[in-house]
């Protein structure tokens, strides 16, 4: 019988009863449904045609097809796939696939297919860019991007449900972002890392599984990442579950995640010896008796030097949570 963790229930109950505000924020007046179908027959045969015609808070429904094109959306709009295993919306490896400028968008219901390849280091693309507030993407597939989802300078995002496979960098990356939400999303076949946060605070990373099946990939990565929480996330299968790097990552709460199989559960890099991050019932791997040591290092001030260091899971847990591992694509 796996673990069901009753802290985890309070933990929910406090974030959307925080989160509140945002939802009802992001709840869009229809004016009007726009229909858009590929076969014709409906009001637009282009899903950016309908787009660039509508008002604000109008909803745009798609019916199953393959759109070739790349999605710019600059209004608060709703936007529906019929299906999203048959509402493909393919760039066919150029640009990003949707970019999202307007706040209060809704995407659902879509296949999110082959943003183009890497610039890197000048520019990654993306099957979802995301730069604008209190947006709700949510059952999603996003299949074969240089990046998944890219949020930038966002906050007050939800981010949910979605499927995102065969990411040539990061699953989802947060650069700039605070106050958002990160939960029950599927994160498969990644190079880089399954969720990024560089230099983005107070977000909540919850209930995700996250699997690159390889020894090249990191689950997750907090970069200069303050005050996030990580929790009920199924870590399996990376070269790093986890890591916390260049130094400033700290107050980080690190609770009840399955960490399995991965090639080295997690490290950290640290500018002094107390980051204050705290981890905390975590499983490791099997079950422990004793505290789990998370070994990593420490700057020594005003030096080259780095000193091994340790953090302590005083906690952890005698078996795995039971969290829901989606069905990957393919």
Do not use: C
């Amino acid at each position: 019988m796996k673990k069901q963790p009753q802290i985890f229930g309070v933990i929910l109950i406090f974030l959307f009863s925080s989160i509140l505000p945002i939802i009802s924020s992001v709840s869009i007046p229809s004016n009007n449904i726009i229909y858009v179908d590929d076969d014709g027959g409906a009001d637009y045969t282009r899903i950016q045609d309908a787009i660039d015609n509508a008002s604000e808070g109008d909803i745009i429904f798609v019916y199953n097809g393959i759109y070739y094109e790349n999605i710019i959306v600059n209004k608060t709009l709703e936007l529906i796939g019929e299906n999203k295993i048959s509402t493909i919306i393919d760039a066919e490896n150029n640009g990003d696939v949707i970019s999202i400028y307007a706040n209060e968008v809704h995407l659902t219901g879509f296949t999110i297919l082959n943003s183009g390849k890497s610039d890197y280091p000048f520019y990654e693309y993306q099957g979802i860019f995301i730069d604008s507030n209190y947006n709700i993407v949510r059952d999603n597939i996003i299949y074969n991007s240089e990046e998944g989802i890219y949020l930038n300078s966002s906050y007050g995002d939800i981010i949910t449900e979605n499927v995102i496979e065969k990411s040539n960098s990061h699953g989802i990356k947060l650069y700039r972002s605070n106050f958002n939400i990160i939960t029950n999303n599927a994160i498969y076949n990644f190079n880089n890392s399954g969720i990024t946060l560089v230099i983005a605070d107070e977000n909540w990373i919850l209930n995700n599984a996250i699997k690159t099946g390889s020894s090249y990939g990191t689950g997750i990565v907090l970069s200069v990442a303050k005050n996030n929480s990580i929790t009920n996330n199924a870590i399996i299968e990376n070269r790093y579950g986890i890591e916390l790097n260049h130094g400033e990552s700290k107050f980080n709460n690190i609770t009840m995640n399955n960490f399995l199989d991965n090639d080295r559960s997690a490290k950290f890099y640290a500018l002094s010896p107390d980051s204050n991050n705290i981890w905390d019932g975590n499983y490791w791997d099997y079950a422990r008796i004793l505290p789990k040591f998370i070994f990593g290092s420490y700057h020594l001030d005003n030096s080259r030097i780095w000193l091994n260091w340790f953090n302590i899971d005083w906690n952890p847990a005698s078996e795995p949570y039971d969290i829901h591992i989606p069905e990957v694509m393919s």
